[in-house]
């Protein structure tokens, strides 16, 4: 994969405050992501599946932000297609890494990391509090 002549810069994006959900709007604002875009990639990226509640009204955990960021990423600063991403993300990607992309670290065990931390700080949440604050 060529490199882009106008690569954009890429954006520095808000921290991630410590929260258990986030709505579509405070997702949209974390990631520099509009909010038709975000439900989009819902249906290209399975991996992305917010918790719907009433109303059909989306809340996405932790980890789903940091995916939602990684493929932000793969898209707009590394110009990957929707397929690429899904295949980098799914782990066939790695024959399409430039030597750019070789300079960083990898993302799929940052991900798996924050994604099993975030379970079991929901597990533990459920142990304290019981189960009735969940739904």
Known sequence: MSERPNKPEPVVLPPIPAKRYFTIGEVSDLCGVK??????WEQEFTQ??????????????????????????????????????????????????SANEAELPPAAPAVDIE?????????????????SSVA
């Open 115 to 131: 994604m099993v931390r975030a379970e079991l700080l929901d597990i533990l949440a459920l142990l304290k509090h019981g189960s």
């Open 35 to 40: 909010p038709h875009v975000l439900r989009y």
């Open 48 to 97: 992305l599946k917010p918790v719907k509640r009433r109303g059909n009204r989306r809340y996405y955990q932790h980890h789903e932000v940091l995916l939602i960021r990684r493929i932000r990423e793969l898209l707009y600063e590394q110009g990957f297609t929707i397929s690429g991403a899904r295949n980098r993300l799914d782990g066939r990607g790695h024959d399409m890494a």
